[in-house]
């Protein structure tokens, strides 16, 4: 659990040393993983990390001018697949205006909304409230470096619920595919049909989507350490929204990971909802999705 009670009166608390860890561990895998994803990211938030201080203004950028620059789209665009590498750029306190990506919106002050809707209308990669600082809880909020160790530590949690998740829809699926037939103690979603797709009618692949598109490089990394799993079908309904078509099966599992794995490495975020809009896109007011994974 998440600690946000501070005593105002003294200093910011320190960053928790297992979220600082699992931060750098994880970034460490994926980047172990998935190299050119790891790079693209990087290059595209060195771009505009290097724009907060630029020698064509007179003054350091504030957070409200970083969303302004065309090199933050850059970084937008590729979505929440990169949610764990910028919650590990939070890690390093000269990189505190990357709060921006992850923090809620919009803030209570009508005025700032209206004076700069660019910043406070959406327009983050984070979408789940309970990896965000509320805004009403205003000191926790308008303390840029509470609030990054703070988005930290909430990431960890979260990182923790779906590793759970992970695991145990895809124990259950492994053990219902050995078997032949539903394992025991695998549980039907409420509300499908006898004859839903026996991998995705689980309430486990239930609360596993469930959690949302902030978990989608957590199931690529357990999709490239075993590649004999549907995975392929989280990650369609991660950023798809909606349960893989019934004809998207017919590919082998090695043939659905290589196709995912190259939207993951080389496409932006909606270049993978073929022809979709799912809300995620919406939102975020990203283009519709394209022909892509």
Known sequence: MVDLNWNHFGPVPDL????????ERFYHELKAAFPVFVADFETKFGAWQRRW????????????????????????LLGPKTIPLVVHELCDPRNLFATVLC???????????????????????????????NPNDVLNYLTLNRQANLIVELNHA???????????????TQARRQGGATA????????????????????????????????ISHVMRAYAADRSMPWWKVMY??????????????EEEEQQYERWKDWFEHMEHHEAAEG?????????????GSDGA
């Open 53 to 76: 201080f630029d020698r064509e203004t007179s003054h350091s950028a504030s957070v409200i001018e970083c969303c302004e620059l065309p090199e933050y789209d850059a970084v937008l």
């Open 158 to 172: 979260r990182a923790q619920r779906a590793q759970a998740r992970i695991e145990e829809w895809g124990r259950q």
């Open 184 to 215: 025991k103690g695998t549980s039907q979603a409420p509300g499908d049909s006898p004859n839903s797709d026996a991998d995705t009618s689980s309430a486990e692949y239930a609360a596993l989507v469930g959690m949302g598109p902030g978990i």
């Open 16 to 23: 928790d040393p297992e979220a600082r860890a699992f931060a």
């Open 103 to 133: 923090m809620s919106d919009p803030i209570p002050y009508p005025l700032l909304i209206v004076l700069t809707p660019r910043v406070w209308t959406d327009n983050h990669l984070e979408t789940d409230p309970s990896v965000k600082v």
């Open 237 to 250: 309904q991660l950023v798809c929204e909606e349960p893989p078509p019934a004809g998207t099966a017919g």
């Open 276 to 288: 979709l809009n799912p809300e995620y896109l919406r939102r975020m007011g990203m283009p519709a």
